[in-house]
């Protein structure tokens, strides 16, 4: 199969597979707008992972005794650190559940950073397709999502 | 010879050749029944005798201008045995004739035999292929230039760089657009330093803005919280939006740079991703140090 080397303006491409051949300007359009909300989608998880390993940094900070705000906290981070720290002044192996805990935290990060390093890849080769339709989505996309998702980020980060 | 009496002799006459015809047509025809309604009457007061001598007769001036030959049945003629064997055909005109209206559409082709045709004599040295145009010309034209190149190699001819106007043909432009890559690959890496000093700048200035709002209240606490609203619809996401669009587009590009497996156009992108980075990355440890003091 030849490839094309520059970019070409065509309602005619194959995306990633050989199953999703587009044929038509209809076709084109909602392949367009679903590139458009992966990309969207690839900004959130890499705004998921971030968060997640924020979590995970916050309880080194707890065990080091760095304490910081917990006004700053995110709600949905606000549990484990907390139940780390009863443990803590119940002088439990208070060690062995931060661990586990960390441990969640890392598992759950990697899987997201395995979904987010996919969707990178993914949205890479749609580029390569050499389309300009579909660059534009993915150029879209990321703006979509980061507008989205990163809004808040001056303040979070 | 009187008019009345001339003129019974002609129809007599008359009926008599037409009794000889009728017999001839008999013979050779086998007509069945053959009516040349004439005179009925007059046919049986004529039977001619045997001894009759015909010789003599003049048959010149005979008029058949009001013969009746309506009812005359030819079904039963026997055309079985014609031989057309020396009609000559020789001299026909077929200059005129009509095929406008014929209707081949039933014809069956299925059939056609073509495995002995002869094409050996075929000339194709005049044929004149400069005008066409396809879509895929281009493919047709230059397999080698439109292949995807799927390993690395040095080489400066025929790379398409993006886009079709961007072609690489000789060292000249292959240095030009060496230059042009590094120059982009470094104003990424001094892209990626300015958004995140722009981050950093927000950051700072909210704090500023968050004092002076409340300042009535004789608030001295600083919370952030309190001014998100109002920063959303400030215009400083909207830039870092457009800014991360742009990054994300140069990225992209600099990606299908190296993805031409040209050499040459990576080692461009290397060198200006290091010449940026030592441009910009100066400011930026500075930068990544107020983050983690921040954290």
């Known amino acids: 199969m030849d490839m094309p080397m520059s970019f070409y303006w065509s309602n005619q491409a194959i995306i990633l597979f050989d199953g999703w051949s587009v044929q038509d300007a209809t076709g084109m359009a909602f392949s367009v707008i679903g590139i458009i909300c992966a990309g969207a989608l690839f900004e959130g998880v890499k705004r998921l992972v971030g968060w997640v390993g924020k979590g995970k940094g916050m309880l080194v900070n707890r065990d080091t005794g760095d304490t910081s705000d917990p006004e700053e906290r995110t709600p949905l981070l606000k549990s484990p650190p907390d139940v780390a720290l009863t443990r803590k002044r119940k002088h439990m192996s208070h060690n062995a559940v931060l661990c586990r805990s960390r441990l969640r935290y890392h598992l759950a990060q990697s899987l997201l950073h395995v979904l987010q390093v996919v969707l990178a890849y993914c949205l890479m080769l749609v580029v390569m397709t050499y389309n300009g339709w579909l660059a534009i989505a993915v150029f879209l996309g990321a703006g979509l999502g980061y507008f989205v998702f990163f809004a808040d980020m001056e303040i979070k980060a | ?295």
């Open chain 2, 1 to 295: 010879m009187s008019a009345p009496g001339g003129r019974l002799w002609l129809v007599f006459v008359c009926c008599v050749v037409a009794a000889a015809v009728a017999q001839d047509h008999r013979m050779r025809h086998q007509h069945g029944t053959m009516n040349h309604s004439l005179d009925a009457t007059m046919s049986p007061m004529h039977t001619m005798g045997p001894g009759m001598d015909h010789g003599s007769m003049d048959h010149s001036n005979m008029d058949h201008g009001t013969m009746d030959h309506s009812n005359m049945d030819h079904g039963t003629m026997d055309h079985s045995n014609m031989d057309h064997g020396t009609m000559d055909h020789s001299n026909m005109d077929h200059n005129s004739m009509d095929h406008s209206n014929m209707n081949h559409s039933a014809v069956d082709h299925s059939n056609i035999d073509h495995s002995n045709m002869d094409h050996s004599n075929m000339d194709h040295s005049n044929m004149d292929h400069g005008s066409m145009m396809g879509a895929e010309s281009g493919s047709h034209g230059d397999h080698l230039g439109m292949m995807m190149q799927m390993s690395f190699y040095f080489g400066y001819t025929d790379v398409v760089v993006l886009f079709d106007g961007w072609v690489i043909n000789d060292i000249g432009s292959l240095v030009g657009s060496m230059v042009g890559i590094c120059i982009i690959a470094a104003l990424y890496e001094g892209l990626k330093v300015f958004r995140e000093h722009l981050l950093r700048k927000s950051m700072v200035t909210v704090s500023y803005h968050s004092v002076a709002v409340p300042g009535p209240e004789n608030l001295p606490v600083v919370e952030t919280q309190k001014t998100t609203g109002s920063r959303i619809l400030s215009s400083a996401p909207l830039i870092q939006t457009l800014l991360h669009v742009l990054q994300i587009v140069v990225s992209y590009f600099l990606m299908l740079g190296v993805m031409t497996y040209n050499v040459w156009l990576c080692i461009a992108v290397a060198i200006g991703a290091a010449i940026g980075y030592f441009l910009f990355g100066w400011k930026r440890a500075i930068v990544i140090d107020i983050n983690e003091h921040c954290h």
